[in-house]
């Protein structure tokens, strides 16, 4: 893999994922034969029908499980089951420690791993800043709205300064106007740390607006069925909603994730229309 | 509520019980209940004897025995079988089937292992105390937050980091909560063990006066004890909601 040059900054190479049998019931094939190369610096979000095992790519590709078969390769090196140094996680549920302030809660990680407590106090205060969050530093999360502890969370990966960001659905608790608002921090924090990131999200134009790349799965086990180019400029914002290319663009993922997304529903899947072939490919 | 408003409604209720005992006392006479002036007087007059600090150590060394078996061996228990799902699973109706079982039943045969002495009360106390923080202990584990313990490992947090800076702070309100309820209970059964068969303590004086129908007595021991586990439970109640104010 590495043999293709200094760009590729993650890849899967044959991934599956099978969940092993447990009472009764037969093993669970979650995901894959995956293929895919995360070009260093790519903003890629990956949509799928629910169920189709997007949570589980995203602990393939951190290293919080390791794949069946094949290899997950992060900066040329092989994952198992430990999450490298230089990749952070944002998952979908709170995950803000209740009993610490929103700055101990930003600071927690680097704590653990005893940088020293002026480089500390420097980055939090720079994370908190980004986020918004300076007024709140000493408040405890349970005293700030859902879209605040995100963004806690999200200051919290941001200190330990990863260079790939892995968010699992990040804005899904979140109302729209919040998420549109979110996406715009989010973009805006792609482009200053100049990080990869990959997004798991269910909203086809909240991929759209944030992706270079989006990778669309196939109900489960899910396998990329299309990888579509969206062709933004890098200092893209939600404005790009008003852009006509955007709606062509949600359009067409949701010309291949409909089939998908009946299939998981159990239902016969209509083909998809040739004029929204065409217009993908 | 306000501080001021609690204080207010705490001072309305004592006010009430004390009333009530004073009417009581009034309407009954001295041989049902001796009024609350004169059972303070007797508690004062008895703490000032020396005969009575031998049977008050008793009591306390019982107790103080009793929960430290029921805190550490309930919390041990707890976490090691909520630590893993399926014994949790299996351990949690059990425990919770124990505890609805009233001791009492079972008291005859901790006299038989145990003997007439104080034995026998630290292990009736810490036969009460030890299942409600066994099952507060279990659950406090088996419902620490999935999503916490993934973010330590993407931090890259090491075992005994996770369960200080993680398991641990996420716990301890809970299992306070089950020290809380197994520290009366604790109590209970420490006293009940003196009710019977016993030479001393303050369980023993309460019997030896009922024997004499010593109405006074039997009222300024209860007075003590209701004043002793009021306190503490109070103390505990309070550092038990700010532990849970935060979650």
């Not at chain 1, 949600?250 to 529903?265: G, H, I, K, M, V």
Request: charged letters at 15%; one cysteine or more; aromatic letters at 8%.
């Amino acid at each position: 893999m590495s043999s293709d040059g200094a760009s590729v900054h993650a890849a899967l190479v044959g991934v599956t994922r099978v969940y092993p049998a447990r009472a009764g019931q037969p093993p669970v094939h979650a995901l894959g034969p995956l293929d895919l190369e995360l070009q260093r610096g790519e903003f890629f979000s990956v949509v799928g029908p629910s169920g189709c095992g997007k949570s589980t790519l995203v602990d393939v590709l951190g290293g919080l499980a390791p794949p069946s078969q094949g290899e997950a390769l992060f900066e040329g090196k092989v994952l198992g089951s430990t999450v490298p140094d230089g990749v952070g996680v944002v998952f979908q549920e709170d995950a803000s420690f209740p009993w610490l302030t929103v700055w101990e809660n930003v600071a927690f990680g680097l704590r653990r791993r005893g940088t020293d407590a002026a480089e500390i106090r420097r980055r939090v205060d720079y994370a908190l800043g980004f986020m918004g969050l300076q007024g709140f530093a000493k408040a405890y999360p349970a005293q700030l709205s859902g879209g605040m502890r995100q963004r806690v969370c999200i200051a919290r990966t941001l200190v330990m300064q990863p260079r790939l960001i892995l968010l699992d659905e990040p804005f899904g608790a979140l109302d729209q106007q919040t998420r549109l608002l979110m996406g715009d921090e989010l973009l805006r924090l792609w482009r200053e740390t100049g990080a990869t990131v990959v997004l798991i999200t269910h909203a086809l134009d909240e991929a759209n607006l944030l992706s270079d790349r989006i990778g669309v799965l196939s109900a489960r086990p899910g396998c990329f069925i299309a990888i579509v180019e969206t062709g933004w400029s890098r200092d893209r914002d939600s404005t790009l909603a008003e852009d006509p290319r955007f709606g062509a663009v949600t359009a067409r993922l949701w010309a291949y994730l409909r089939p998908e997304s009946l299939r998981a529903l159990g239902q016969q899947a209509p083909a998809v229309p040739d004029t929204l072939r065409s217009a993908a490919e | 509520m306000s501080l001021a408003a609690r204080w207010r409604d705490s001072a309305l209720v004592v006010a009430a019980i004390l009333a009530l005992w004073q009417a009581i006392n009034l309407v009954g006479g001295d041989n049902l209940m001796t009024s609350p002036l004169a059972t303070v007087q007797h508690a004062a007059d008895m703490v000032g004897q020396a005969r009575f600090w031998p049977h008050l150590r008793e009591t306390v060394t019982a107790y103080l025995a009793a929960l430290a078996i029921a805190v550490f061996g309930g919390i041990g228990f707890g976490v090691l079988l909520g630590a893993h799902r399926l014994t949790g699973e299996v351990a949690e109706p059990i425990f919770v089937a124990l505890y609805s079982i009233p001791k009492v039943t079972l008291y005859p045969v901790i006299l038989l292992a145990f003997g007439l002495g104080i034995q026998a009360k630290i292990a009736f106390g810490a036969l009460h105390g030890i299942i409600p923080i066994v099952i507060f202990s279990l659950n406090a584990v088996r419902q620490v937050n999935r999503t916490w313990l993934r973010t330590a490992r993407t931090m890259s947090l090491t075992p005994m980091q996770t369960v200080r800076h993680v398991i641990i702070p996420a716990t301890v309100p809970e299992i306070f909560s089950g020290l809380r309820v197994g520290a009366a209970l604790t109590l209970l059964g420490t006293m009940l063990g003196e009710l019977f068969a016993s030479q001393r303590g303050l369980g023993f004086l309460l019997m030896t006066a009922i024997d004499l129908h010593d109405v006074k007595t039997i009222m300024a021991i209860a007075l003590l004890i209701t004043l002793f586990s009021v306190a503490m439970n109070a103390a505990m109640l309070a550092l038990d909601r700010r532990l849970h104010a935060r979650f």
